[in-house]
């Protein structure tokens, strides 16, 4: 049975539009739609985030003990909308730390962040040290001031 040319080209061209439907979104989101800052500060580490791009990610924040796997604080998910900078903060005890992090998109879930929690990280784990105890001044509260 032979079918016309034109009915072959409709019928490819069908299917490969279905197939779209189900294909990955396009990504959308350049790199430096999300900037990250980690400090630690006199009793906590602060991760301070900027999100550029329209929509929101939704942020989070562990913080492993240098010698350690185990995160002793952990912050977040925290959502930043586009235009707006937020502050994660975690109390913890004088040390050295690693800060793990992690923010994705909305709805379109682009990621950012460092491996771990993520598998193919877009950032470095940052080291940081934590000088004052936690009520040594600031407000000791982990989810911010």
Request: net charge negative; charged share 15%; aromatic share 4%.
């Amino acid at each position: 049975m032979n079918v016309p040319l034109a009915a072959r080209s409709v019928g490819i061209a069908a299917a490969v539009t279905a197939l779209g439907l189900f294909a990955a979104p396009t990504a959308s989101a350049e790199p430096d739609d999300v900037t990250v800052d980690i400090v630690g500060e006199d009793n906590a580490v602060v991760m301070g985030v900027r999100y550029d791009a329209p929509g929101a990610v939704v942020c989070i924040m562990a913080v492993v003990p240098e010698d350690g796997t185990v995160a002793v604080a952990t912050v977040g998910p925290t959502i930043v909308m586009d235009g707006d900078d937020v502050d994660l903060k975690a109390a913890v005890e004088p040390g050295d730390y690693t800060v793990q992090w992690s923010c994705s998109s909305v709805p379109a879930f682009e990621q950012w962040g460092t491996t771990p929690p993520m598998t193919t990280g877009t950032a470095t784990p940052v080291a940081v040290t934590v000088t004052g105890t936690p009520g040594s001044g600031g407000s000791g509260n982990p989810f911010g001031s």
